[in-house]
């Protein structure tokens, strides 16, 4: 059914899509938002570990399902292909629901640091890597950082992290407390002369804009706010966009393809609304379906002036997925270090984001986020430790709030052949050739995670922690719940997909605006500034798309 | 705490596991978590998670539970002479070792139900395992868990 035309389509109502429509809707453009998720609410999900966002075994709370959906996946060093579900941690899941990932995610809400824009300036690209600078800088996005600190809500301490350049305004809310581990873990980090601070988070440390503060509720990561303190984009720029009457949010839409004219523009989006084939016609198009999805749609987005794909001519999209080479360090203390509140992850410190010796980059290093009784039984354990039977049950019981993690997400090296394709011959439900994801880590990505552990580890140490061990990234494929980098923004045409706008160079009225444009994925969680690239996308958008009639 | 026995908890009837599955079936969980002073996974209901999520969640599994859990139980005859469900808990998690550590096959399906064990013994009882959030209670969360609606 062909629809009458909007403005804009902007596909994908996560981090990026959600700020998107709110900045053109409140500069009086008509925007159709797609979104293949559901509005959902917390009375819907509760806090089912088994089923949060973080343990996924018995399928994602916040989507999506696996009936409809796979993907294929090289494993290690196979050469086969497997195929993967949703709820496998494989299937490398961001979410699919109003808000994208932001519904249901940890809300750490970190500034990339000025290095972290310029990588390749500072530390030449290693072998094997598209090592680049992003064409912005910090000070280009500092505005947007803010506009995103404010209007979506961040608590924070400004001024006490050392190593965060000049910022235009302090956060609109204090800090959360320390947890218990945070207290244990500040005196430490002081006596190793380190510089530890309260993670900036995207959550309600008090009531802000309509909702309430937080309660310190365990069930955090992974899960819907039971008091709506978290700041997705859903319960803010969407519910903002919304209330104009300009934004239409369509759910279980799901976008197959954008459709271009003769000259290769685009003229709408091909969507189905349930199995029904639906054609809304548009001005432009924003793509901000995730680092997996967004390539995924324009590698579908096949003519004869695009033949390889919408944007691809030079074969750059889907490329350099990245993600984070997580690693760390747990420790397990005399006394009790856990306090069951939430988020539990407080406490940072962002000494080894650069200047390791050696080293390109690094990661910021923070206590983990709670581990649920399920998660800590699978995941948490030292080497050689039973993982059944009765030496398994008395580690559960007496370990489990003397234990304490630290984690650092690891800057990853860019990687050409890390990417997402697009296989025709396996098929989703709806009839769309799914996503395929291969590649593997740099080994740089394994030596930055090692120093990172050993980091961790002399921090666990210092603390007072009695038994220490080390976890290091693994060598496999990359993206997840980070994934980045896969429509990369750059100045020349040849070597990137958009231009320093957000705007495909090949497709002068389409818009990737999400994980994708990332060129590095800083040594930090990435939605703020995912966040503060969509605020920026969208202003140049306003400006180069106008008020023009549909 | 007044808990049914196993036959008791088969006679209450399965979704998916036969009557004959679900007795070795309960004699692998029981050594994943044993009771000790605190209930194991066999008190906790466990067989009935996994019994209810081979019906839902973990369909996909259904057809290896099926070859498997029999195999499981030959290859323990054949090791000692007796099935899982005639040996002692002590002799059980010696040949459930030698099956973990590769020494007899089986290894890829067991450590499936140490996952699946462990997701019935510690998730909300409401999946049909952790009986009255017996796990949580031997952790000292239950009021952790149970302020925050892990019933619901
Ligand atoms: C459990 C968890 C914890 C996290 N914790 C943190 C954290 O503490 N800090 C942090 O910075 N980041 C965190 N993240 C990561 C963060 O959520 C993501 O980086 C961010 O949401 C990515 O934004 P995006 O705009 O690129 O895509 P997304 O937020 O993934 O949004 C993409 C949207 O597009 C929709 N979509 C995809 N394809 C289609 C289609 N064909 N048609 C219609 N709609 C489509 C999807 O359903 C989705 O809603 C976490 C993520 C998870 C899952």
């Not at chain 1, 030449?124 to 910090?138: C, I, R």
């Not at chain 1, 005196?187 to 440390?205: G, T």
């Not at chain 1, 519910?239 to 934004?247: H, S, Y």
Request: with cysteine; hydrophobic share 40%; aromatic share 8%.
């Amino acid at each position: 059914m062909k629809l009458d035309a909007v403005d804009a389509v902007v596909i994908g109502s996560g981090a990026g899509g959600g700020v998107v429509a709110k900045e053109l809707a409140t500069a009086g453009l008509r925007v159709a938002l797609l979104e293949r998720g559901r509005l959902q609410k917390y009375s819907e999900t509760g806090h089912d570990e088994l089923r949060s966002q973080r343990t996924t075994v018995l399928g994602n709370a916040f989507g999506p399902d696996d009936e409809r959906h796979v993907r294929l996946i090289q494993v290690g060093d196979d050469k086969e292909l497997r195929e993967t579900l949703p709820s496998e941690g494989s299937y490398g899941n961001v979410a699919a629901c109003v808000g994208g990932g932001t519904f249901s995610f940890g809300a750490m809400a970190w500034r990339f640091l000025e290095k972290d824009f310029r990588m390749r300036s500072t530390y030449g690209a290693p072998d094997g890597s598209t090592l680049e600078d992003w064409p912005v800088t910090y000070e280009d996005l500092e505005p947007f950082y803010t506009k995103a600190e404010w209007e979506i809500g961040v608590s924070g301490k400004a001024g006490a992290n050392p190593f965060e350049p000049r910022r235009s305004k302090p956060y609109p809310m204090p800090a959360l407390p320390y947890s218990k581990e945070g207290t244990v873990l500040r005196a430490a980090a002081e006596r190793l002369k380190w510089h530890p601070f309260p993670i900036p988070m995207l959550i309600n440390s008090v009531a802000y804009q309509g909702r309430p503060g937080c309660i310190r509720c365990p069930h955090c990561v992974g899960f819907a706010c039971e008091v709506n303190a978290k700041n997705s984009t859903a319960v803010t720029v969407i519910a903002q966009a919304v209330k104009t009457g300009l934004c239409d949010l369509r759910t279980e839409c799901v976008a197959k393809e954008i459709l271009t004219d003769a000259q290769g523009r685009a003229t709408g989006v091909a969507y189905f609304k349930g199995r029904e084939l639906m054609e809304q016609p548009c001005r432009f198009v924003v793509v901000s379906a995730s680092a997996t999805e967004s390539p995924r749609l324009l590698l579908n987005s096949k003519s004869r002036l695009h033949p390889k794909g919408l944007g691809n001519n030079h074969d750059w999209v889907g490329r350099n997925l990245q993600g984070h080479a997580y690693s760390g360090a747990y420790g397990l203390f005399r006394q009790e270090v856990f306090d069951g509140l939430g988020p539990a992850a407080s406490i940072a410190v962002c000494d080894f984001n650069h200047g390791n010796a050696g080293l390109k980059g690094g990661a910021m290093m923070a206590n983990e986020f709670i581990r649920l009784p399920y998660l800590f039984a699978r995941s948490v354990r030292p080497p050689g430790a039973p993982r059944w039977g009765l030496g398994h049950k008395q580690f559960q019981r007496q370990q489990y709030k003397r234990c304490a993690g630290i984690k650092g997400p690891v800057q990853e090296m860019p990687v050409f052949t890390n990417r997402v394709e697009v296989d025709e011959r396996r098929k989703d439900y709806w009839g769309i050739p799914v996503a395929k994801i291969t590649g593997k880590r740099h080994p740089h990505d394994i030596e930055a995670g090692r120093f990172i552990a050993d980091r961790a580890a002399e921090w666990l140490k210092e603390a007072g922690a009695e038994t220490v061990w080390k976890t290091v990234a693994g060598k496999g494929s990359t993206g997840g719940q980070h994934q980045a980098g896969t429509c990369r923004m750059g100045v020349d045409a040849k070597t990137s997909v958009v231009d320093r706008y957000c705007r495909v160079h090949e497709t002068d009225n389409v818009y990737v605006v999400d994980g994708s444009v990332h060129v590095t994925n800083g040594g930090f969680n990435p939605s703020l500034t995912i966040l503060a690239t969509a605020y920026w996308a969208s202003h140049h958008m306003v400006k180069q798309q106008g008020k023009v009639k549909a | 705490m007044a808990l049914p026995a196993a036959s008791a908890l088969a006679a209450a009837g399965y979704q998916v596991l036969s009557a004959g599955e679900a007795e070795i079936l309960i004699t692998l969980i029981d050594a994943i978590v044993p009771a000790d002073q605190d209930p194991g996974a066999k008190e906790a209901g466990v067989v009935h998670f996994i019994d209810q999520q081979l019906a839902g969640a973990h369909k996909r599994f259904v057809g290896r539970y099926r070859t498997e859990l029999p195999k499981l139980d030959a290859a323990c005859r054949a090791a000692t002479g007796k099935g899982l469900a005639e040996l002692g808990l002590r002799e059980r998690t010696a040949f459930l070792e030698r099956v973990d550590q590769g020494e007899v096959a089986g290894g890829a399906f067991f450590q499936l139900v140490v996952d699946h064990t462990m997701q019935g013994f510690y998730g909300a009882p409401k999946h049909g395992g952790n009986r009255d959030g017996v796990s949580w209670r031997m952790m000292g969360i239950e009021k952790m868990m149970g302020r925050h609606g892990g019933h619901a």
